[in-house]
């Protein structure tokens, strides 16, 4: 059985930084992407970054150049690197692991990040 851990979020100020981590444990392919999504309140879950399996990465406009998307393959671990966060980043933050082959989807618990004014 596939399980995504996050940890890592939580209270910063604007400018501030957060780093967000996945681990993913089970059994999955190894062609995947991962990816971190959030949803704010009120709003739709949206596409913060992905990577794939070979580390070809995506990001959403609003973060490019401030948020880094990482993974280990070796510990199955996804990592989310914030700098620079504003108001507007706050939201939950879920991560995603899906394979490239079939339809299954693996999601994170979830994780609250609070940028303060």
């Known amino acids: 059985q596939v399980q995504l851990v996050q940890s890592g979020g939580g209270l910063v100020q604007a400018g501030g930084s957060l780093r967000l981590s996945c681990v993913v444990s089970g059994s999955i392919p190894a062609f995947n992407t991962m990816g971190w999504y959030r949803q704010a309140p009120g709003k739709q879950r949206e596409l913060v970054a992905s990577?794939?399996?070979?580390?070809?990465?995506n990001y959403a406009d609003s973060v490019k150049g401030r948020f880094t998307i990482s993974r280990d393959n070796a510990k199955n671990t996804l990592f989310l690197q914030m700098n620079s966060l504003k108001v507007e980043d706050t939201a939950v933050y879920y991560c995603?692991?899906?394979?490239?082959?079939?339809?299954?989807?693996?999601w994170g618990q979830g994780t609250q990040v609070t940028v303060s004014s």
């Open positions: 995603l692991v899906k394979p490239w082959i079939g339809r299954a989807e693996y």
């Open positions: 990577i794939t399996s070979g580390a070809s990465t």
